[in-house]
């Protein structure tokens, strides 16, 4: 479709959201007459979702945006099997009591990016668990299980993956496609919901939530996916070197989600602007058109913006200039990450390798050691090439803190407690 007449998909097209749409017509027709739903599904198999999740919350707040119900659907029901699409292996299975308590530290960033209430167009913040755990297995089996078609399940992408690579599928993952697709005849049908929305990994399962409800009685729904994005040098979004870019900030702090998206390769500033703010297009455009040494200035604006939707303002743009302070002064920011060390352990003297794992700069002394040994490792500004040496009270600075570095943009603060 040349041009769309809903801002909805407007918006979507133009910042580079779309990758498939079920029936782009009937969807921007429905869209431009009247208020719809539409959900996300978030699995929560860790206590936080991690930045390469942004993309679908994103995809939500426009939704809302532009003047539609958004609901964000928690998988406390479907997390109790694992989403098996393009795995090699089966999911660890998670409690009840995990589950629950992984929902309660991922709803915590909805409501930056959403608004939830009782009126027309406020989100909703929905479990599945609601409907999928007192279900009753014969009738189901009777009443939604006999809609599906072995054969047809078994040519999905992301069945075929695992099968063609003699990876085990089991019983109870090949239910999930089933159990995600009666949550969206569910939804229809509590809910009015028209659209299901998620990745390019997610089509399969959207498309049978669609047939599903063709064969259960549902109106007309539609599918809408996302590219599964990665940066231009191929990594995969929502991880760093030192781990997942975690949205809740206990998890992650402000300042180092600020910094991950900081340090953007030049290639990908201009679809970041677009994906992950709300900048307007033609202040994107001009961002984009800078070069040089100006693109580094591009990547602050960047973080900030994405960093502001997450943690606030005012927290964005501490992380700025605790940034500014330590690249561009060389001074030592109070609001740089920190790790506590007793001092009875600096008196005694504290391993080099012990502290860069300690401080999270190394998952293993291993890896410690790689960095010290590639010169990458500095205390106090200084760069240390013994591995053995150990890290004490007299490198305690003036400020009462050990600057930890490893390389040029990572710094812990280590504290003497």
Known sequence: MSE???DFLRTLKERGFIHQISDETGLDDLLAKETVTAYIGFDPTAPSLHAGGLIQIMML?????????????????TGMVGDPSFKDEARQLLTPDTLNANIAGIKKVFSNYLTYGDGAKDALMINNADWLLGIN???FLRDVGRHFSVNRMLAFDSVKTRLEREHSLSFLEFNYMILQAYDFVELS???????????????GNIINGIDLGHRMGTPQLYALTSPLLTTSSGAKMGKSLSGAVWLNPEMLSAYDFWQYW???????????????TTLPMNEIARLSALGGAEINEVKKILATEVTAMLHGRQAAEQAAETARKTFEEGAIAENLPSVDVSTAELEAGIGLLTLVVKAGLAASNGEARRHVQGGAVRINDVAVS??????GTADVSADGVIKLSLGKKKHILVRPA
């Open 386 to 391: 013994d591995e053995r040496r150990a890290i």
């Open 189 to 203: 049908k509590r809910h009015g919901c028209r659209l299901q929305m998620g990745g390019s990994d997610q089509w």
């Open 262 to 276: 900081r340090n953007t390769e030049d290639a990908d500033v201009s679809r970041f602007l677009k994906l992950y």
């Open 61 to 77: 707040h426009w939704f809302q945006q532009t003047g539609h119900r958004p609901i964000s659907l928690m998988g406390g029901g």
């Open 137 to 139: 297995y014969l009738e």
């Open 4 to 6: 769309f007449k809903s």
